[in-house]
């Protein structure tokens, strides 16, 4: 079999009901002749340019494996949909592995979950360091500030001259 992916856009005006009616309807049409991979939901986004007059769309990615009569089928079928502004279907591999690729995609989750863990972890660790780095700061400003009865007695150097001072105005 060969391995597809099909991007298809939605009007945005659509229900979540409607959206999920429609999506569920072409996987239905994959999983009649081939088997599907995987269904990746994009959600709203804005289009480069209008599309019949809509400025946004709902950006879906249908993954699966099938016959090119299958592929057809569907493209058919996105054609017919009044939902649909655009789709593009493309051919990733000629011959493919079924569980391989669901297994890659596996992978592909599990990488992009402990990414998001990592940069979250290093987001905390960031946060907690500039949290000590005030506190530390905030504590120095307190010790290097005079309390107010040092502040009020005058030190002794500065009311007497200093010696080379003293010395130069004699000669």
Not at 76 to 104: C, F, G, M
């Amino acid at each position: 079999m060969r391995r597809y992916e099909t991007i298809f856009i939605l009007r945005p005006d659509q229900g979540e009901p409607q959206r999920q009616e429609t999506v569920k309807r072409f996987e239905g049409i994959v999983a009649s002749g081939g088997e599907l991979i995987e269904t990746d939901e994009w959600g709203l986004r804005d289009l480069a340019y209008r599309i019949n007059g809509e400025r946004r769309g709902y950006y879906v990615r249908l993954d699966y494996a099938a016959d090119a009569a299958v592929m057809n089928e569907v493209e058919r079928n996105l054609r017919l949909h009044d939902a649909v502004l655009r789709y593009l279907s493309v051919l990733v591999d000629k011959e493919t592995d079924v569980a391989k690729a669901r297994e890659d995609v596996e992978a592909r989750k599990r990488r992009i979950a402990e990414a998001r863990a990592a940069a979250e972890a290093r987001a905390q660790q960031r946060l907690a360091a500039a949290a000590e780095a005030e506190h530390s700061a905030a504590a120095g400003k307190e010790a290097a500030e005079p309390s107010s009865e040092q502040a009020e007695q005058p030190s002794e150097e500065a009311e007497a001259p200093s010696t080379s001072e003293s010395a130069g105005k004699q000669d």
